[in-house]
């Protein structure tokens, strides 16, 4: 019955992934692997420097997204597939020489000042807690769930991008302007 189903060529990315999430075939993805390799590739040699360490980075991105695809919520695949490659290449360097840069600093920072809103000095724990919750809850959605991946979970930027799709800026965007609602909020709250 294979040759009534229509040619996946002329599928939409959209279309690939919600049928590769419904279905689990390979076929499906696969379709998405060969469109987009020759920009995983070329990001991959741009950052890795040698054609083998880019092959081998490709190959492997893949075959690590394959059983995991269906757990994402992804928008736009190009851009989210560009990402994931992207921090893939960056761990594998970062494997390579631990002392490459990252945005240590501005975590902390980030998360000092988070940490700050809920200074333990200033009020007691239950009232705290619970001008966190309200304040969270009245976060919208995208700046919740940074919020919440950033500091609860202590996930990196690059696996906020890899988990939701969002570009880089728009990650940080969500967190500065959630910590930034949150602390207006729990003020508000706390001065009652």
Same mark, same amino acid.
């Given at each position: 019955? &294979?040759?009534?189903? #229509?040619?996946?060529?002329? =599928? ?16 499906? *993805?696969?379709?998405?692997? $060969?469109?987009?390799?020759? &920009? ?8 890795? %420097? ?10 492997? &991105?893949?075959?690590? @997204? ?10 736009? *695949?190009? +851009? ?9 290449? *960056?761990? @594998?360097?970062?494997?390579? $020489? ?9 975590? *902390?920072?980030? +998360? ?23 304040? /969270? ?5 995208? %700046?919740? #769930? ?8 202590? /996930?990196?930027?690059?696996?906020? /991008?890899? %988990?939701?799709? =969002? %570009? &880089?800026?728009?990650?940080?965007? =969500? ?5 930034? $609602? ?7 709250? /706390?001065?009652?």
């Amino acid at each position: 019955m &294979l040759f009534f189903r #229509r040619n996946i060529s002329t =599928y939409s990315d959209s279309d690939l992934v919600r049928l590769y999430k419904e279905t689990g075939e390979s076929d499906y *993805f696969g379709e998405l692997y $060969n469109r987009y390799i020759p &920009l995983i590739y070329g990001l991959c040699l741009k950052y890795l %420097q040698e054609e083998v360490k880019a092959q081998d980075a490709v190959m492997q &991105l893949f075959e690590d @997204l394959l059983p995991k695809l269906s757990r994402y919520e992804i928008r736009e *695949f190009k +851009t989210w597939i560009y990402s994931v490659a992207k921090n893939h290449c *960056f761990q @594998l360097l970062r494997k390579e $020489n631990p002392e490459i840069a990252t945005d240590f600093d501005q975590q *902390f920072v980030e +998360t000092y000042d988070i940490l700050h809103l809920l200074d333990k000095e200033e009020t007691s724990d239950d009232a705290r807690t619970a001008a966190l919750k309200h304040c /969270m809850e009245k976060l919208p959605e995208p %700046q919740q #769930r940074c919020i919440l991946s950033f500091f609860m979970e202590e /996930m990196s930027y690059a696996d906020i /991008m890899e %988990q939701t799709g =969002y %570009q &880089l800026k728009s990650v940080k965007s =969500y967190i500065q302007n959630g910590k930034r $609602n949150l602390k207006s909020c729990i003020e508000k709250r /706390m001065a009652q």
